[in-house]
C-alpha cells in the first residue's frame, strides 16, 4: 500500500515568491490533514479537509496561505507570498476516519521549506 | 486553548537504562492521549494511545488525570529506541491532533 505522499521533498524559495506544495493522501482516506513544524517548536495543526470540503482552517496563519483538494483526492497548499517566517517542514496525513480514537493519522515525509 | 508540554527537549540515557519522556496536557474532561515518534529519516508514525493501553516494543504509558500527565515508560532502553518523541491530545472528534514540542531520546551504547 503506498503511503503519503508530498512533492516537492524540499523547496528554498525567496520572500515574496509564491510555493505550492501538494500531497496526495492514501488511496479511500477521505480525511486529509495539513501540520508544520516550524524550527524548534511543536507541530501545528494547520487544517483539515474532508473529501473536497475544509472541515477545519483554524490552524491556518494567514490569507496568504490557501489549500485545496478539488475533487477529494489530492491537496495543494500554496503560499502566496511566501514570508521568513513560513519557513519549516510541512506535514501532510491523511486518515480512513476522523475521529481521534484511532489516533492514527499516516504522515507524509514531509516538504521542508526555506525561506531566504 | 488545550495545550500538550513536553519539558524536556532532550533526553539521553545509555543503553539498559530506564526512560521516561513527560508528557503533561491541559484538557478538563476525558483527553484522547497519543505518542507519535520519528526515526532518523523516517515518517511520524503512531507508537501507542491511552486508549488501547497496549505496549508498543516495550514501550508504556500510563494517563493519569490527577497530574493530567501521559509519561512514556520504557524499563531498558535500547539503541534503536533513539528518535524522536512526541506526545498528542486529539480535540474533538475531527481527528485534530494538538503536538507537544517533542522530545529527543538519545541512547548511548
Known amino acids: 500500500e503506498a503511503g503519503v505522499t508530498q512533492f516537492p521533498s524540499h523547496s528554498v524559495i525567496e520572500k515574496g515568491q509564491t510555493v505550492t506544495l501538494r500531497c496526495d493522501p492514501i488511496s479511500g482516506h477521505d480525511n486529509l490533514y495539513w501540520y508544520r513544524r516550524v524550527m524548534g517548536k511543536e507541530i501545528k495543526f494547520l487544517l483539515h479537509?474532508?473529501?473536497?470540503?475544509?472541515?477545519?482552517e483554524s490552524g491556518m496563519p494567514n490569507n496568504r496561505f490557501l489549500a485545496e483538494r478539488t475533487g477529494g483526492t489530492y491537496s495543494t497548499l500554496k503560499v502566496q507570498p511566501a514570508e521568513l517566517e513560513d519557513s519549516g517542514v510541512y506535514f501532510c496525513?491523511?486518515?480512513?476516519?476522523?475521529?481521534?480514537?484511532?489516533?492514527?493519522?499516516?504522515f507524509g515525509s514531509g516538504t521542508q521549506l526555506s525561506v531566504l | 486553548a488545550q495545550r500538550v508540554t513536553q519539558p524536556e527537549k532532550l533526553l539521553s540515557v545509555f543503553k539498559g537504562a530506564p526512560v521516561e519522556l513527560k508528557c503533561n496536557y491541559s484538557y478538563s474532561g476525558s483527553p484522547e492521549l497519543f505518542w507519535y515518534v520519528q526515526y532518523s529519516r523516517q515518517r511520524l508514525q503512531l507508537l501507542l494511545r491511552h486508549i488501547s493501553r497496549e505496549s508498543i516494543k516495550g514501550f508504556t504509558a500510563d494517563l493519569n488525570k490527577g497530574e493530567t500527565s501521559f509519561h512514556l515508560k520504557k524499563p531498558f532502553a535500547q539503541e534503536e529506541d533513539s528518535a524522536m518523541y512526541y506526545c498528542?491530545?486529539?480535540?474533538?472528534?475531527?481527528?485534530?491532533?494538538?503536538f507537544g514540542q517533542g522530545t529527543t531520546l538519545q541512547v548511548k551504547p
Open positions: 498528542a491530545q486529539g480535540s474533538g472528534n475531527t481527528g485534530k491532533l494538538i
Open positions: 496525513a491523511s486518515s480512513l476516519t476522523g475521529a481521534t480514537e484511532s489516533g492514527k493519522l499516516f
Open positions: 479537509f474532508v473529501k473536497e470540503s475544509k472541515q477545519d
